[in-house]
């Protein structure tokens, strides 16, 4: 089906950065055709006028944990360590994979509502968040999590789920695969370096939560005398493609690790917020040449999935902090929500930019709406002054999946009932303030 963009406003990423630019996108066999000529062979279905529409790269949401979009607002106001072990895990231990299926399609509901077109999940359920991603049109690098300790059995347990899931989705090129050791904390040492073998001999990137709470850096000096990223680093977990989640406390050495090894870090600013964490120290990450990208964590820490108000938190934080304003600029932000996730997940030849020969995955906002009026500059508008509730139309791998706001390839009201369902069986729904 060839779509045309008539006339439209778009985001591009030049040499001099991101520029906005109106013209005509073509796209067909999905992907960006051409942008302004139009191609020899083009016959369009469908046209999409681009009168007051602006085009956005989709958001690549870097870390987050989908199914735990129905354990929203259930835990709140603890310490990391209570929320975590206190609360969540013993939630999920009574979660079904009913549950899980239900939870990933809420959440993948409210990312596509709000311009994200692939995302990074890690999690133990992963056979219904690929069900799920494969349904809906999305686009997703699902991670095995996996905690173990030593060569036990449940950790080999988890790790051929993982081939066996990648074996069982190799026709579905939306979906790709990492391995997902949780955290230092959860994984011994002796796990983390099969992991990293396995990831080495499988050809899998690693996806992991490192440095993220006082109390992990204090497990970790204890056991093993180091940090955390010292210790992923001396068991090979940077040796295959690694994107590592939070890096909130990281010392000049840990940094120099992280740059040295190629690690790509995703910042979680409202999780890491709200938790009590604190944020990563991303100026300086930036200056050093570490490929930041941005992720919202799960709904149950958040507590939303909506990378635009994350977009908004990275650049206000780090000025107020610094207190210098040019800090994570909106053109900066914008990057780091897009073609930086792109990078992080391997995939930058195929999205994470608005370029001919890439994946059609787009985000088309209307600019009709209070956030973007006057339109003076649509840069800023997307990192000072959207929600996310302007994003109008969503194409990924060149199909529109909403339209008007109205989601096609999902059924939003059967997803509620669900919701209402999973609230009742779990006992939560007294849980009233
Ligand atoms: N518990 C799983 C493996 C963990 S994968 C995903 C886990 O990450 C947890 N999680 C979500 N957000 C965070 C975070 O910010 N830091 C650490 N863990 C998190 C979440 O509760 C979930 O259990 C098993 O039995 O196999
Ligand atoms: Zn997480």
């Given at each position: ?11 591009l ?40 529409r ?15 979009a ?53 999690q ?25 300790s ?37 994984c ?14 499988e ?10 709470s ?13 940090t ?25 050495g ?26 990563a ?39 107020g902090v ?49 956030s ?8 800023a ?42 609230l ?8 009233v303030y």
């Amino acid at each position: 089906m060839g779509i045309l963009l008539k006339n439209i406003q778009m985001l591009l990423y030049t040499e001099k950065g991101p520029v906005v630019k109106r013209d005509n996108i073509y796209i067909e066999d999905r992907i960006i055709k051409a942008i302004g000529e139009r191609p020899d062979t083009f016959s369009e279905d469908k046209v999409i006028d681009g009168t007051d529409r602006f085009a956005i790269p989709g958001m690549i949401n870097a870390h987050t944990h989908s199914y735990m979009a129905f354990l929203r607002n259930v835990a709140d106001d603890l310490s990391f360590m209570d929320w975590l072990f206190g609360t969540i895990d013993p939630l999920e231990q009574k979660m079904s994979s009913e549950d899980a299926y239900w939870g990933a399609n809420l959440a993948i509901l409210e990312m596509m509502k709000s311009g994200t077109t692939c995302f990074n999940d890690m999690q133990m359920n992963i056979h219904q968040t690929t069900r799920a991603v494969k349904e809906s049109g999305m686009r997703a690098v699902i991670c095995r999590g996996l905690v173990g300790s030593g060569n036990d059995e449940a950790g080999r347990i988890r790790l051929n789920e993982a081939y066996e899931e990648r074996e069982a989705f190799k026709d579905c090129d939306r979906l790709n695969f990492f391995l997902g050791p949780h955290a230092p904390y959860t994984c011994d040492e002796e796990y983390l370096k099969i992991v990293a073998s396995e990831a080495k001999k499988e050809k899998m990137g690693i996806h992991i939560h490192l440095a993220e709470s006082l109390s992990e850096m204090e497990g970790c000096a204890e056991k093993y005398h180091c940090t955390p990223i010292e210790l992923a680093e001396r068991c090979g977990l940077f040796d295959v493609p690694a994107i590592a989640a939070h890096c909130v406390n990281v010392n000049d050495g840990d940094l120099d690790i992280l740059k040295e090894k190629n690690v790509s870090v995703v910042t979680n600013p409202a999780s890491n917020m709200k938790l009590g964490n604190g944020f990563a120290p991303v100026a300086k990450m930036l200056e050093k040449g570490i490929n930041v990208c941005l992720g919202t964590d799960g709904a149950a820490s958040n507590n939303s999935l909506n990378m635009f108000h994350e977009m908004n938190l990275l650049s206000l934080i780090h000025k107020g902090v610094a207190k210098v304003p040019q800090c994570i600029s909106a053109k900066e932000a914008i990057q780091i929500a897009t073609i930086n996730g792109a990078k992080a997940l391997g995939l930058e030849q195929q999205i994470g930019s608005i370029e001919v020969g890439k994946k059609a995955d787009l985000a088309i906002i209307n600019l009709r709406t209070p956030s973007f009026m006057p339109k003076n500059n649509l840069i800023a508008g997307l990192a000072y002054s959207a929600n996310g509730s302007e994003v109008e139309t969503v194409i990924i791998d060149g199909t529109i999946t909403m339209e008007n706001r109205n989601v096609l390839t999902m059924d939003e009201e059967r997803i509620y009932f669900e919701m209402d369902q999973i609230l009742k069986k779990m006992g939560l729904e007294n849980k009233v303030y």
